[in-house]
Structures are given as structure tokens and as C-alpha cells.
């Protein structure tokens, strides 16, 4: 009888240590996913970064703004107005 307890203990610890590295392998891959999710937000930021067009001063995303060169420009016609007459008169 007293041998049964033993094993049935023993089988009791197997269980125990067996849930316990589920929880922290769990635990990891929860950390690496964050960690991933992390770095996308880092990656979409850095895509959606903002810039200012030379001509108005308007803060816009990079994604909708017009390049010429290394200058930034809210539209097409802030671009050439600024290549014809220089920034805005204020
Ligand atoms: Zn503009």
C-alpha cells in the first residue's frame, strides 16, 4: 500500500514539473510573440513617419507626401510652386 502512495507522489511531481515548463514555455512564446508585435509597431511607425512640406509647413505622413530631391511637399502643386516662387510668403 505504502508503495502505491510512493508512486502515485512521484507521478503526482511528473505532473506538477511537466504543467510547470508548459507554463513557462507558454510564457515564452507569449514573450517572443510581444516582442515580434513590438517590431512590427516599430517597422509601421518608421513607414508611417511623419515629414513637413517645405512650401506650407504641413505635417503629413511620408506615405502621402510628394518628394523632390531631399525636400518633402504636401501636394504636387505645393511642390512646384515652391520650385517656381521659393516657400510661402508670410
Ligand atoms: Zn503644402
Request: proline content about 2%; hydrophobic content about 35%.
Amino acid at each position: 500500500m505504502g508503495f502505491i502512495i510512493f508512486r502515485l507522489i512521484i507521478f503526482i511531481g511528473i505532473v506538477w514539473v511537466g504543467i510547470r515548463l508548459l507554463k513557462a514555455y507558454n510564457q515564452k512564446k507569449l514573450e517572443s510573440q510581444q516582442n515580434d508585435e513590438a517590431v512590427q509597431q516599430q517597422k509601421s511607425t518608421d513607414s508611417e513617419q511623419m515629414v513637413q512640406c517645405r512650401y506650407c509647413n504641413l505635417h503629413l505622413p511620408q506615405n502621402d507626401a510628394v518628394k523632390h530631391e531631399s525636400l518633402w511637399f504636401c501636394c504636387h502643386e505645393h511642390r512646384d510652386h515652391f520650385l517656381d516662387h521659393g516657400p510661402e510668403q508670410r
